[in-house]
């Protein structure tokens, strides 16, 4: 079972990235997911979550009207889209999901002990 991100990069302040979590190995389409983030020499923090029948999401203040979070079943696959970037967006960003609680709330899925399953991360780097 595997969570892969990719997509990350080296983009200018005002651009735009879209990243993308692929998952493997069992389907994904039961589970709140979502997006965190970790800044050099800070904790990692929430970014954007979504429900597993993508009819709700959340996000941080700080990415409110800039990221889309959206998901694919189908393709067991999770998104993030990043406009707007600014040198505070980055980071490197790991996707999760929530397997403890299929169809459940995904409130539980904006903090990092709601989550227990997570990729390996994806660079981003906004430069101003």
């Known amino acids: 079972v595997q969570l892969q991100a990719s997509g990350g990069g080296l983009v200018q302040a005002g651009g735009s990235l879209r990243l993308s979590c692929a998952a493997s190995g069992r389907t994904f389409s039961t589970n709140n997911m979502g997006w965190f983030r970790q800044a050099p020499g800070k904790g990692r923090e929430f970014v954007a979550a979504?429900?597993?029948?993508?009819?709700?999401?959340y996000y941080a203040d700080s990415v409110k009207g800039r990221f889309t979070i959206s998901r694919d079943n189908a393709k067991n696959a999770l998104y993030l889209q990043m406009n707007s970037l600014m040198p505070g967006d980055t980071a490197v960003y790991y996707c999760?999901?929530?397997?403890?609680?299929?169809?459940?709330?995904?409130?539980?899925?904006?903090?990092?002990?709601?989550?227990?399953?997570w990729g390996k991360g994806t660079q981003v780097t906004v430069s101003s």
């Open positions: 979504i429900s597993w029948n993508q009819f709700t999401t």
């Open positions: 999760a999901a929530d397997l403890t609680n299929p169809y459940g709330s995904v409130a539980s899925a904006t903090g990092e002990n709601g989550m227990d399953f």
